[in-house]
């Protein structure tokens, strides 16, 4: 099976190019750089976001001398509540840069939100996970998601997340299915910026473990 994620070869930290091809999305996106590639992973893993475009949208914005210049966005994503987000994808060190575009084109009519993301929001532990999430995503087994959801009905408080593992038939595929639920709210991460292992701390969203559980049956009825 065809994974939802193909990437290039990465050159080093800055001259890393390529193109995500997401079997799921039916999308191209291309990256110039390591965190562009990383921010790419996890806004196609973000289940709220609609559409996902790169390279745009491109604005003029003037600097404090009167220059004029032009600025493309690497990505631009549309929510299902409508929403429009451009992200410019920039390192901590060029926050002088994203400072003065971000203040030129505050207070415009863009008709989208402006978010500046750097390498402490698209860490690589984060990175990590989203594509644990849509390899999850293409492998989906109704009976695997069952199980594990029916794993999750005495777990309270914080546990530890190899303690979800109890009672699977298969430890890959009880994983899968783990973060399809982490994919859908029931499952919350503690430190989403850390890459998820056996000691990470998780804990169950209960409401919507009942909702779930009460979807699955009927859909599976």
């Not at 070869?9 to 110039?32: A, C, F, M, P, V």
């Not at 008709?111 to 989906?140: D, H």
């Not at 430890?171 to 973060?179: K, N, P, S, V, Y």
């Not at 998780?202 to 409401?207: D, S, T």
Request: some cysteine.
């Amino acid at each position: 099976m065809e994974h939802p994620i193909k990437m290039a070869h990465k050159n080093s930290k800055r001259g890393t190019r390529g193109t995500i091809i997401s079997s799921l999305e039916q999308i191209d996106i291309q990256y110039w750089s390591e965190l562009e590639q990383r921010t790419a992973v996890i806004l196609l893993a973000d289940p709220t976001i609609r559409e996902l475009r790169c390279q745009t949208p491109t604005v003029d914005w003037t600097d404090d001398q009167g220059e004029v210049h032009e600025h493309r966005f690497d990505f631009c994503a549309v929510y299902h509540d409508g929403t429009t987000r451009a992200f410019n994808v920039k390192y901590v060190e060029e926050k002088p840069e994203v400072d003065a575009l971000f203040q030129a084109l505050d207070g415009l009519d863009l008709g989208f939100e402006m978010v500046w993301v750097n390498e402490t929001m698209a860490t690589p532990g984060c990175f990590q996970n989203a594509r644990s999430i849509l390899k999850a995503r293409e492998n989906f087994n109704s009976d695997d998601y069952h199980d594990a959801l029916r794993c999750l009905e005495g777990i309270h408080g914080a546990v530890y997340f190899h303690g979800l593992f109890k009672g699977a038939r298969n430890l890959a595929d009880r994983r899968e299915a783990l973060f399809n639920l982490i994919d859908r709210g029931v499952i919350v991460v503690a430190d989403e910026l850390e890459r998820l292992a056996d000691y990470s701390k998780v804990h169950v969203n209960r409401p919507l473990l009942d909702l779930e559980l009460k979807s699955h049956v009927k859909s599976v009825a």
